[in-house]
């Protein structure tokens, strides 16, 4: 098999579908990307990803191209993984990668092959790719499409394909051979129990949006709860857990704190509206607005706090940022609300320090003009505020005795709340957290 575009799903898909014991051959344009992989090591940081790359491309089980007719001659299966990031003019999805790379690999399809897309994509999606495979590949209608959507969360994304909780193999045909052969690749998989969903392509292509739409609004719905308990002095961590023990809940996603980012749950969010509205269907997702803007407001809030916290404005005042990626355990940095709010205080004034265990070389891409420290608790030096806004474990474990004497006064803004308060206080902080008293 094959996997065309080798960022974090496909390189992720591509390594792992080795580890089940195939053949497996990953493209990418980006021949730098290509060489790095070959190497056996990720662009990227992904919990286990490099030890997989790194066996299986050391027992040839896995290699790396460049080149479209490569992989057309090299398999009969084809997963398509490249980017469907959010327009800049829309919230609709911008596809332009997905066909110009279906495209390329077209032209050299001469043979029967079944194309499965993995990208998160809106409803309609599969039909048109197959008119373009149709109408550009030598083999024509003897290539058959299929949809197979990806679930995984970055950080764990190693473990989700090899042990997902739900398998969904999307067809034009029931019993099809595109159907065949996907069972026949994830056979293992199949055979250890996990579910599996064989339906047609509309619901295939809807089912990691609307997953994704539920995961942010249930993010949304305890950062809303978070403001509520704000104005009346309850406790925003406490109640999450009261919520989580109802077993119609649940306790996984009603974590409040600063809120969703990254490359996912906020383009799916917006996409999956523009998909609505072209359908007509759009004020069935009108709650989803209110989910987006309450993600938005958390950010907001950690501001407004940090003003509070320095009598009235930033201006002038240094203030130190413990996270930079979206999330712990990950160098993303797309969307992150850490550095939403980094950029927003520089822009009102504040020198802003960030520091971070592997999202620091992004950042720094992307955010020039803040500054940046390798060691978080050298970071606090001579700091007017500390802000906790990426929850990665190590910050947990730092004593707060050590830093208080490092800052010009000790004040934090725990945005993820997973700093002991208690143990912040008693150590002479001003303590503060969304949601709490």
């Known amino acids: 098999m094959t996997v065309i575009g080798c960022g974090y799903l496909g390189a992720t898909h591509a390594a792992c579908m080795a580890e089940l014991g195939h053949e497996v051959l990953g493209m990418d344009s980006d021949v730098g990307k290509v060489h790095v992989l070959n190497t056996g090591q990720a662009p990227f940081h992904e919990r286990g990803l490099?030890?997989?790359?790194?066996?299986?491309?050391?027992?040839?089980?896995?290699?790396?191209?460049?080149?479209?007719?490569?992989?057309?001659?090299?398999?009969?299966?084809?997963?398509?993984?490249?980017?469907?990031?959010?327009?800049?003019d829309s919230h609709a999805y911008d596809l332009g990668h997905l066909f110009t790379a279906v495209g390329q690999l077209a032209s050299h399809l001469s043979r029967p092959a079944v194309v499965a897309g993995k990208s998160t994509v809106p409803a309609g999606t599969a039909a048109r790719l197959r008119d373009l495979l149709h109408q550009h590949a030598p083999a024509g209608e003897a290539v058959e499409v299929a949809w197979n959507p990806e679930f995984l969360r970055e950080s764990f994304a190693v473990d989700d394909t090899l042990r997902p909780d739900r398998l969904?193999?999307?067809?034009?045909?029931?019993?099809?051979?595109?159907?065949?052969?996907?069972?026949?690749?994830?056979?293992?998989?199949?055979?250890?129990?996990?579910?599996?969903?064989?339906?047609?392509?509309?619901?295939?292509?809807?089912?990691?949006?609307?997953?994704?739409?539920?995961?942010?609004?249930?993010?949304?719905?305890?950062?809303?709860?978070?403001?509520?308990?704000?104005?009346?002095?309850?406790?925003?961590?406490?109640?999450?857990?009261?919520?989580?023990?109802?077993?119609?809940?649940?306790?996984?996603?009603?974590?409040?704190?600063?809120?969703?980012?990254?490359?996912?749950?906020?383009?799916?969010?917006?996409?999956?509206?523009?998909?609505?509205?072209?359908?007509?269907?759009?004020?069935?997702?009108?709650?989803?607005?209110?989910?987006?803007?309450?993600?938005?407001?958390?950010?907001?809030?950690v501001i407004d706090l940090a003003c509070e916290l320095l009598d009235g404005s930033v201006r002038g005042r240094c203030v130190t940022v413990w996270g930079a990626a979206f999330k712990p355990d990950t160098d993303d940095i797309r969307d992150s609300p850490a550095l939403a709010v980094a950029q927003r205080l520089h822009e009102l004034g504040a020198t802003v320090v960030v520091t971070d265990p592997k999202g620091l070389d992004n950042a720094r891409k992307a955010h020039s003009d803040l500054d940046y420290a390798e060691d978080p608790e050298a970071a606090v030096e001579n700091a007017d505020l500390l802000l906790h806004l990426t929850e990665w474990s190590q910050y947990s474990r730092i004593d707060p005795r050590l830093l208080a004497c490092r800052m010009t006064a000790p004040k934090v803004v725990d945005g993820r709340g997973t700093l002991d308060a208690r143990s912040w206080r008693e150590a002479g902080w001003t303590f503060r957290a969304l949601g709490r008293p």
Not at 57 to 84: C, K, M, N, P, Q
């Open 168 to 301: 969904v193999i999307g067809v034009q045909t029931p019993k099809s051979w595109a159907e065949t052969l996907l069972k026949q690749c994830f056979h293992k998989i199949i055979k250890s129990g996990t579910p599996t969903i064989v339906t047609d392509w509309a619901t295939a292509e809807l089912a990691k949006v609307s997953a994704n739409a539920f995961l942010a609004t249930k993010i949304s719905f305890i950062n809303a709860m978070a403001e509520v308990c704000e104005a009346t002095g309850a406790d925003v961590g406490l109640l999450a857990d009261i919520l989580g023990h109802d077993t119609r809940i649940g306790h996984r996603g009603m974590r409040p704190g600063l809120g969703f980012g990254g490359g996912c749950l906020p383009k799916d969010l917006r996409g999956f509206m523009a998909c609505a509205e072209e359908h007509g269907a759009g004020p069935a997702l009108a709650i989803l607005g209110e989910v987006d803007a309450i993600n938005n407001r958390r950010r907001e809030r």
């Open 50 to 88: 490099d030890d997989l790359l790194a066996r299986h491309t050391a027992d040839g089980r896995l290699r790396f191209t460049a080149s479209y007719a490569e992989a057309a001659a090299f398999a009969d299966l084809h997963f398509i993984g490249v980017g469907t990031p959010q327009r800049p």
